[in-house]
């Protein structure tokens, strides 16, 4: 299990790249628990998490080298079997894939859907679902690379077109 200091950069699945803040002690039902105090990047939104489930909410470090080798190789893949179901089915398993918090995950739904793009409509939702995947993965490959979230904007364009 990790521990974080005030000043890291972590990654809380779904709400995505956040700064450790603090660390807060607070009496709950007549016992003293430390909390993560966390500011989520994106929208400033304060979260607190308890430090003894830190791991099973999923709280990790930023991806290191090797990782983001690993997230662009997923990205350039192709020929992978994108689902055929409904799109409400094929919704809830692309969420299902950014509620874990994985980058991996994140970038297969990027790929997938910016792939289905290509060939039909995305829905609303698979619309918004696609801007959340790519807010999530250009906010953390960023971070990772050491670069300003546009370049990675642009070599996201670069690999999918949007009208490709």
């Known amino acids: ?14 709400h995505g790249v956040a700064e450790v803040t603090g660390v807060d002690r607070r009496e ?4 003293v628990m430390e909390f993560y105090v966390l500011r989520v990047l994106e929208n400033d939104m304060k979260v607190m998490v308890p430090k003894k489930n ?6 990790r ?4 080298d090797v990782q983001v ?4 190789e997923v ?5 992978e ?13 692309y969420m299902e894939k950014i509620k874990t918090g994985s980058l991996l995950e994140i970038a297969s739904v990027l790929r997938d859907l910016c792939i289905l793009r290509g060939d039909k409509d995305l829905s609303f939702g698979e619309k918004k679902m696609l801007d959340t995947a790519r807010t999530l993965l250009v906010q953390e490959l ?23």
């Open 54 to 59: 830190a791991a099973s909410v999923g709280l």
């Open 142 to 164: 960023a971070l990772a690379k050491g670069v300003q979230g546009a370049d990675v904007v642009r070599e996201l364009d670069e690999m999918f077109p949007a009208h490709a």
């Open 81 to 93: 079997k994108i689902s055929t179901a409904t799109w409400n089915r094929r919704y809830r398993e």
């Open 1 to 14: 299990m990790s521990e974080f200091n005030i000043g890291d950069k972590v990654v809380y699945p779904a």
């Open 28 to 31: 709950i039902a007549g016992s």
């Open 61 to 64: 470090p930023i991806v290191d």
């Open 69 to 72: 080798q690993e997230v662009y």
């Open 75 to 79: 990205l350039t893949r192709r020929g």
